[in-house]
Structures are given as structure tokens and as C-alpha cells.
């Protein structure tokens, strides 16, 4: 797909976006009579139509649609996921705030001698809220397990849902009538649902689909390849940059399900390759994984992927970013595609250098430039010092035809320092590409 096509894709589904954000707003004020209330009032409740409706939307963004992510990447729609929610949030708390600032006497809501279950239901959604936004701002910081959070953000977001679309059935000021009522139930229900799709509806397809561990290698210390292979079906067809999700185990509804970058060739149809560093969680755990484990994969996702077009490529990777990288090299070779590639690789020191020797016995043919860079070489080392710069980038990257497409990927601080000097040399966003996997 060109770059144009995609940017008509971004515009279409951010304006659809807006407009189902803004759509129950809309609704509540179609055909609404009663006499209006104080400016205050009426923007506080505002914020609680669009807080509830975003809220709803957060559902279709987590439901794994490829159409919706194509033309952004998976991993700019988590993060779009991420401050969305935290604005949805801020939106529904500030309904309560402004509220209560602008009429005193709706802090009787939340008297439970007043009304005992309305009181005990919406300090529930306050404290569901605070959850929500608590959890995903300090998880890592407090070492609550990726797969716990993720079970646990899904029923609080759940929980706040069905409440505030009970509290505004109960309500009712501005939905009074039938059409109304059975149309804002049908939104947040239907949403809701979107919760089931990956977590159950695609578990439940993928049972007639399983795979098989079948090797399982170190790379670089806390570094493992995992290979498996498609059993009783021809397995899935991807492009190099994608991802999938992985479960392994028995049952494809394990609650164990994380997403890996392929590093195998496209072209190996049937057997597939994740390179996983260990970083906690279920991840610190890889190498002990049995050959012969059944294992599931919901894919391939992402749009990390290099264009038929470009004339050269530029991968430019960091740590346990190279693993896409691999992807497309592997691919082209198996292609035959000799276009020109360059791979700059930050590596924290020699031994940290995953898929080496591959990578310098690729580096023979005229068409491939392999630019190791270490930050803490040991002795004798000859290649590259330090970290990616402006000046390194002077010395290694090819000349600019105008259709050379840059490949970016490895940690934040890396990837933010390489585009920002992309940017500066003139480098425009449809040729630069980049993915990033900070999910919670």
C-alpha cells in the first residue's frame, strides 16, 4: 500500500474516531426540550457523555482489527490506547468534579443514607478509574505481572462501563425516550463485547490451528530463540516487520498471551522463529520452554514493514530491536532481492551482539553493509564505539535517492535520538518507520 493510501486510511478512521466519540453527545441532545440548566451543569455532563463514549471506543481499539492499525502500526495505536484512556478517564472524573463544583447538592449522589446501592455504585467507578490509571501509569514500577494487569484493566474497564450506562439509563434526563435508551445500551454493549473477541471468539477459531515448540537456542546472554512449526495445517502467511501474539501451553485460552516480533524468513512457510530477551514475567521464563510444547499464535499484526518501492533500505536497531531486521534480510535473501540494505546495530558490548555471525557472513555480498556499534567494547574491538550520532550516521548511511525507506527499532531513548536526525536531514515521515512495544 503507498504512503498516500495510508494517510487516506489514518484521515478516515481519526475522523470516524471524532465523530463516535462526540456521536452520544449528539444523540442526548437530539430532540431534547427541557429547559436549559447552567452553563456549568450542562459542560460537566458534557464530560460524561464524551468520557463514556471514549471508554466504549477503548474496546475497538484493543480488538486486534488489522484494517484499524494498517495505517498507523500496532504500536502507535497501544499508545494511542494508552492516552486515550487516560483522557477518557480524566473526562469521567471531571463529570463528578464539575458537577459537584457547580450544584453542591449532587454530592448527595454519593450518600449512601440518601440512596444506598447509586452511592456504593459510583464510588465503585471512582475507585475502578483510580485502578485503571494507578496500574497502567506504576505497573512495572511495582512489579505487578503483565498478564494480571492485563486481566485486571480489561473487568475494571468493564466494571465502569456497565455502571455509568446504568447510571445513565437511571438518570435519564437526556435519554427519556425508547430509540435513545436501546440506542446507547446497543453502543455500550456492543463495545463491551469487543472484549470477548480476542480473549475468547479467536481463541476459539485458533483451537484447530496449534503449533509446536520444536527448538529452542540462546542467542546472547538472556537472549533465546523459539522456533516452532505449524501442526496439521500450513500455518499462517506474514510480512517481514510483523508481529504475532503468543500463547504456549495446552489451551489457546491461556491467560498467558504476549506479542513477538517474527525473526524468521517470510518465505519459510509453516515454521516460525521469536527472538525474546528475558525481561521479567513470562519472558524470564523462555528458555525453559520443553520442545514438543503446544503453542498458538493470533496473526500476524503490525504495518512494520519495509515498502515494495524503496530502492534501498536502511535498518537502523538497538538490543533486541534487530529481531524485525532479521526478518527482512532473511526474507530478501530468500527472495533474491539484492536491492541495497544497511544494518546499524547498537549493541551494549560485543557479546551482545545477537545473530553475529550471520550477520557478518551476509555482510559478503556487495549489496548488504553491517555496522556493528558497541557501547562498551572490551579490548581489540575495531568496529564502531559508542552510540548511533549524527557523525555516524554521516559516515555509514547510503546515498538518498529520494526512495531509500529507514527501518527504526529498539529502545525509546534510541529510536527517539535516530528520527529526531533523520528528521534533520530532511527525511519524510512516509520513508521513516518505526515500532515500538511499551504496551502498558
Given at each position: ?67 484499524i492499525?494498517a495505517?498507523?502500526?500496532?504500536d ?29 447538592g ?14 456504593g455504585a ?26 494480571w494487569?492485563r486481566?485486571t ?14 447510571h ?10 425508547v ?25 476459539f477459531?485458533?483451537?484447530k ?9 540462546p ?62 514475567d ?67 558490548s ?22 556493528p ?11 564502531e ?16 535517492d ?5 527501518m ?14 533523520l ?18
Amino acid at each position: 500500500m503507498t504512503g498516500g493510501a495510508h494517510f487516506r486510511q489514518a484521515v478516515f478512521w481519526v475522523g470516524l474516531y471524532a465523530a463516535l466519540a462526540l456521536a452520544p453527545l449528539a444523540l442526548a441532545l437530539a430532540g431534547y426540550d427541557r429547559p436549559a440548566r447552567p452553563f456549568w451543569v450542562e459542560f460537566g455532563v458534557g464530560l460524561g457523555f464524551v468520557g463514556l463514549s471514549m471508554m466504549a471506543l477503548q474496546f475497538v481499539l484493543t480488538a486486534r482489527f488489522k484494517g484499524i492499525a494498517a495505517p498507523f502500526g500496532t504500536d502507535a495505536m497501544l499508545q494511542f490506547h494508552r492516552q486515550a484512556g487516560l483522557v477518557a478517564c480524566a473526562f469521567v472524573a471531571g463529570h463528578v468534579l464539575v458537577l459537584i463544583a457547580a450544584r453542591p447538592g449532587y454530592v448527595a449522589f454519593f450518600d449512601p443514607r440518601v440512596n444506598l446501592m447509586r452511592a456504593g455504585a459510583l464510588v465503585t467507578v471512582l475507585l475502578a478509574l483510580a485502578g485503571i490509571v494507578g496500574l497502567t501509569l506504576l505497573r512495572k514500577r511495582l512489579r505487578f505481572p503483565y498478564e494480571w494487569w492485563r486481566l485486571t484493566h480489561g473487568l475494571l474497564s468493564l466494571l465502569v462501563i456497565l455502571i455509568s450506562l446504568a447510571h445513565v439509563q437511571m438518570v435519564g434526563r437526556y435519554v427519556s425516550t425508547v430509540p435513545k435508551r436501546a440506542l446507547w445500551a446497543a453502543m455500550c454493549l456492543g463495545a463491551m463485547s469487543l472484549l470477548l473477541y480476542p480473549r475468547l471468539v479467536k481463541p476459539f477459531l485458533a483451537r484447530k490451528r496449534p503449533y509446536r515448540v520444536v527448538d529452542v537456542k540462546p542467542e546472547t546472554p538472556r537472549v533465546w530463540t523459539i522456533t516452532l512449526e505449524a501442526e496439521g495445517h500450513e500455518g499462517l502467511r506474514f510480512t517481514p516487520g510483523q508481529f504475532a501474539w503468543l500463547t504456549l501451553g495446552g489451551s489457546p485460552f491461556a491467560l498467558k498471551q504476549h506479542p513477538f516480533t517474527f525473526a524468521s524468513s517470510a518465505e519459510q512457510r509453516g515454521r516460525y522463529s521469536f527472538t525474546i530477551k528475558e525481561l521479567g514475567d513470562f519472558t524470564s521464563k523462555i528458555s525453559s520452554v520443553a520442545p514438543g510444547t503446544r503453542a498458538w499464535l493470533d496473526g500476524p499484526h503490525g504495518a512494520f514493514t519495509p515498502g515494495t518501492g524503496a530502492s534501498a533500505l536502511v535498518l537502523i536497531a538497538g538490543g533486541i530491536g534487530v529481531t524485525p531486521m532479521m526478518s527482512i534480510l532473511r526474507s530478501m535473501k530468500d527472495r533474491g532481492d539484492t536491492r541495497p540494505a544497511t544494518l546499524i546495530y547498537g549493541a551494549g558490548s560485543e557479546a551482545m551482539i545477537a545473530f553475529r555471525a550471520e550477520l557478518e557472513a551476509l555482510a559478503q555480498a556487495a549489496t548488504f553493509k553491517f555496522v556493528p556499534v558497541v557501547e562498551n567494547p572490551g579490548e581489540g574491538w575495531q568496529g564502531e564505539r559508542g552510540v548511533i550520532d549524527d557523525a555516524l550516521l554521516t559516515r555509514h548511511l547510503p546515498p538518498d535517492d529520494g526512495k531509500v525507506e529507514y527501518m527504526i527499532c529498539g529502545p525509546d531513548a534510541m529510536m527517539d535520538a535516530v528520527e529526531l536526525l533523520l528528521i534533520k536531514r530532511g527525511v519524510p515521515m512516509r520513508r521513516r518507520h518505526s515500532e515500538r512495544f511499551n504496551i502498558a
